[in-house]
C-alpha cells in the first residue's frame, strides 16, 4: 500500500488549500480513508474520514470548515480547507487500514 499526499503550502488565514492522497495497492473503493495532522511538538490527531459508502466524520475543530471527499475512479482522497486559521498549521497526513502518507505541510500565517 502506498498514499501520496500532496497540496500543502503557505497561506494566509482565511484562505483555502486543498489536500489530495492518491492510493495505491488497495481496494480503494471498499476502505475508509482519513486525514490526521499533527502540530509542531504535539500528537497526531485525527481531522475527517469518509467511508466506502461516503459517510463523513469531522474533529469538531475542523466541522463546518473542512470538507472531505473521494473519487474511487481515480483513488483519491481529499481535503478541502477553507476559512483556515494558524492554528490549523500542521503536517497532514492521509491513513488507511495501518498505513501513512508521507505528509504534506500545511502552513497558515496571521
Known amino acids: 500500500v502506498q498514499l501520496q499526499a500532496s497540496g500543502g503550502g503557505l497561506v494566509q488565514a482565511g484562505g483555502s488549500l486543498r489536500l489530495s492522497c492518491k492510493a495505491s495497492g488497495i481496494i480503494f473503493k471498499f476502505l475508509t480513508m482519513a486525514w490526521y495532522r499533527q502540530a509542531p511538538g504535539k500528537q497526531r490527531d485525527f481531522v475527517a474520514n469518509i467511508t466506502s459508502a461516503g459517510s463523513t466524520n469531522y474533529a469538531d475543530s475542523v466541522k463546518d470548515r473542512f470538507t472531505i471527499s473521494r473519487d474511487n475512479a481515480w483513488r483519491t482522497t481529499y481535503l478541502q480547507m477553507n476559512s483556515l486559521r494558524p492554528e490549523d498549521t500542521a503536517v497532514y497526513y492521509c491513513?488507511?487500514?495501518?498505513?501513512w502518507g508521507q505528509g504534506t505541510l500545511v502552513t497558515v500565517s496571521s
Open positions: 491513513y488507511v487500514r495501518g498505513t
